[in-house]
C-alpha cells in the first residue's frame, strides 16, 4: 500500500483508527482532535461516529446483539474501503463484542484498536445525557454497561484512560502510536 504525502508534509497510509469504549468515555471527543489534527496537516480523513452511523448507515436497527454486530460490520466495511484507498477512518463506535471487533480487525490492513476506559462509576457521575440514570432505573433496556454487556478489548494498540488524562493528552498517545508505528509522520 502507497503513502499518501501531501504538500504539509504530512505522509500517511490510509488506516483505521477504531474507538471503543462505552457511552461517554470519550471516544467522539478524543477522535473529533485527531481529526482536526489530521485535517489541519491536509490528511484524508473520514469520522464514522456512531450516533450518526445509526442515523444514517444503520437507520432501522435495534439494539440486539445481531443488530449491533450488523451496525458495527457495516462500520467496518466502510471503514475498509476508505482505508484501502489512502483515507484515515477513524470509527468511534461502542462495538461492545470482542468478536466482531476483531472481525472488523480481519477486514482492514491497517487496524489500529483505541479502547476508550473509563470506569463505570465515573461515567455515572460525568452522564451528561442522562442515559446511566435512565439506564439503572430500567428506563434504556439493552444499555451497554449497564443491562447489556460490553467485552473490553484484549490487546488494543492503544488504552486511554479518559478519567485520568484530559482530551488532548489522549490524542497526543494516539498520534505518538502512529508515528512508532510508522504509520503517519511529518516530514520537513
Request: proline share 3%.
Amino acid at each position: 500500500m502507497s503513502a499518501n504525502l501531501n504538500h504539509n508534509g504530512l505522509n500517511h497510509k490510509g488506516l483505521t483508527l477504531w474507538f471503543t469504549g462505552l457511552s461517554g468515555s470519550g471516544k467522539s471527543t478524543v477522535s473529533g482532535i485527531l481529526e482536526a489534527r489530521l485535517r489541519a496537516l491536509g490528511a484524508k480523513v473520514e469520522v464514522l461516529d456512531g450516533d450518526v452511523v445509526r442515523t444514517h448507515l444503520s437507520k432501522g436497527l435495534g439494539f440486539s446483539k445481531e443488530d449491533r454486530d450488523t451496525n458495527i460490520r457495516r462500520i467496518g466495511f466502510v471503514c475498509h474501503l476508505l482505508s484501502r484507498n489512502g483515507v484515515i477512518a477513524i470509527a468511534a463506535a461502542i462495538s461492545p463484542y470482542r468478536e466482531t471487533r476483531d472481525w472488523v480487525r480481519s477486514q482492514v490492513e491497517h487496524f489500529i484498536e483505541i479502547y476508550a476506559h473509563c470506569p463505570l462509576e465515573k461515567l455515572i457521575e460525568r452522564d451528561v445525557k442522562g442515559l446511566y440514570k435512565k439506564a439503572l432505573a430500567g428506563e434504556i433496556k439493552e444499555f451497554t454497561g449497564v443491562s447489556d454487556p460490553y467485552e473490553a478489548p484484549h490487546n488494543p494498540e492503544v488504552t486511554i484512560n479518559t478519567h485520568l488524562e484530559s482530551p488532548e493528552e489522549s490524542a497526543n498517545k494516539i498520534w505518538a502510536k502512529l508515528e512508532e508505528m510508522k504509520l503517519l509522520a511529518i516530514s520537513s
